[in-house]
């Protein structure tokens, strides 16, 4: 009785430890090949029903214009690199916002400076290793990743 009592006890150890084992999953590329262009509504939310996103743009605006009492923004750009942060801009924007992805929301990861005057036409490519940030109207290009600009990578075109 003891023997099997025993046999039981360490079988269900066995099955439970081995049932908890953490699955992983390693060299994932979280990179969107080709930036959205998202209109936000009335109250300011912009979603990407093709890459399951949606937020506010209301405080990017604030941080900007020191303004969010209506939506200012007429197109939000958004592109995400291969280790799944998303960078986000706008026309009239100053920086380029480095959102990390965090339970139900974004949080700032760096704040990037890349233009005194604010960007006329931005868009985004995906050059990799790099997010590169284009103002179409200036041809400046940026090459950027999640911790600023790459220096070597910055020009006028």
Not at 10 to 21: G, I, P
Not at 30 to 46: F, I, K, M, N, R
Not at 80 to 94: E, L, M
Request: proline share 3%; hydrophobic share 40%; net charge positive.
């Amino acid at each position: 009785m003891k023997t099997s009592r025993w046999f039981f006890l360490v079988l269900a150890a066995f099955v439970f430890t081995s049932a908890c084992k953490t699955f992983k999953v390693e060299n994932v590329n979280y990179a969107q090949q080709v930036e959205s262009v998202l209109v936000p509504t009335y109250d300011g939310t912009v979603t990407d029903a093709r890459y399951a996103i949606s937020f506010n743009i209301l405080p990017f605006q604030y941080q900007e214009m020191k303004d969010s009492s209506s939506v200012k923004v007429e197109k939000v750009r958004l592109i995400r690199n291969q280790r799944g942060y998303y960078f986000i801009t706008a026309n009239g924007f100053s920086n380029v916002y480095v959102m990390e992805p965090i339970d139900s929301g974004l949080r700032l990861k760096e704040r990037i400076a890349v233009s005194e005057t604010g960007l006329e036409a931005p868009a985004f490519n995906l050059r990799h290793p790099y997010i590169q940030l284009i103002d179409t109207k200036t041809s400046k290009i940026i090459s950027l990743n999640e911790k600023g600009i790459n220096k070597k990578e910055e020009r006028e075109s």
